[in-house]
């Protein structure tokens, strides 16, 4: 079987260069890229590939930034288990401006008991910001558990403030 070629592009933001992938036409990949990572580190290729995922993605990741959107309508093919894809899905139900604790998500996705595991599918989430697990906090509320750091967590958090707080439920 064949393996759709993967394109990628680095998308500067407040927070630093995003690298989004896509295969398929569908978005695989957002991460943060670090300091220390250059783009010859990197495999960059769009020559002969459908850029048309990236360039949407690009797009509405690039109004999020200017608060001129809440909600991502991109096609979307992470890879994971059927728990991790459960718990992303999820993550992508909790509206912009809003939190929900990882046993909240838990009981969402049919396993109430599951909070760690439900921290581990965060913590592996291929899709930085468009599936949002900087919206996922500690049982009182407290910013826990983030792969980019905590400050990063807070960063988006703030941005999505309405009145100046970020609503729980």
């Excluded at 690039?62 to 894809?85: I, S």
């Excluded at 718990?87 to 809003?98: D, F, H, K």
Aim: with cysteine; net charge negative.
């Amino acid at each position: 079987m064949d393996k759709a070629p993967t394109s990628a592009r680095i998308l500067p933001t407040p927070l630093g260069r995003l690298l989004l992938r896509a295969s398929g036409g569908a978005l695989v990949g957002v991460r943060l890229l670090s300091e220390g990572e250059t783009d010859e580190n990197l495999v960059i290729s769009e020559q002969d590939i459908d850029t048309s995922a990236l360039d949407f993605a690009a797009e509405q990741l690039t109004e999020y930034f200017q608060g001129n959107r809440r909600a991502f309508t991109l096609p979307l093919a992470p890879v994971g288990t059927p728990f991790q894809q459960e718990v992303w899905a999820a993550l992508r139900a909790i509206p912009y401006g809003e939190t929900r604790t990882y046993g909240e998500i838990a009981a969402a996705v049919g396993r109430p008991r599951a909070a760690r595991a439900v921290g581990g599918a965060c913590h592996v989430n291929p899709l930085l910001i468009v599936t949002p697990c900087h919206r996922v906090v500690g049982s009182g509320g407290a910013l826990t558990g983030f792969a980019c750091g905590l400050p990063v967590k807070e960063q988006l958090l703030a941005l999505e403030r309405k009145d100046g707080i970020c609503h729980e439920t």
